[in-house]
């Protein structure tokens, strides 16, 4: 079986206990929008005890704060009033493991064209949540920048470690 195939298994047996009269609003009722890395080990209503309807998650490669990621966080804000913002980067992460030009240079000896984004490789995970925290708070479109809080998860413990902005990468 196809995983799409077994995935749609597993949506008609939540559909068919799927109560219609529990609705969420589309407004999440914490008021918070968490980026965070696309890692499958990585589940965000289990490290942080969310519930349906709580938070908007935006997960990309990284948790990286890209342009795609300021303007999901303008809709988040601006159209359905979130105010704090988390960040949720993680130890043993792809992203430190490659080469960001390199890898771009492999994509494009196979398909003729290198890719024009940037690959967002980082080395330290905590340097990498403090970049992504000042592009949030410099970020003029952005209308709540004050709550904006940034974590590395430790995929080998379980717990989350604020970011502070030392120099000790902590």
Known sequence: MA???????????FAAQ???GTALPLAPSKHLAIVACMDSRLDLFQVLGLGEGEAHIIRNAGGVVTDDVIR?????????GTTDILLVHHTDCGLQKISGEQFKREIEAEV??????SIETFDDPYADVRQ????????PFLLHTAEVRGFVYEVETGRLIEVQGSSDGR
């Open 132 to 139: 992504s925290m000042g592009r949030i708070r410099t970020s």
């Open 3 to 13: 995983v799409a195939d077994e995935l749609l298994s597993n949506n008609e047996r």
């Open 18 to 20: 799927f109560h219609t």
């Open 112 to 117: 003729g064209i290198k890719p024009p984004f």
């Open 72 to 80: 999901s966080l303008v809709v988040s804000q601006r159209l359905l």
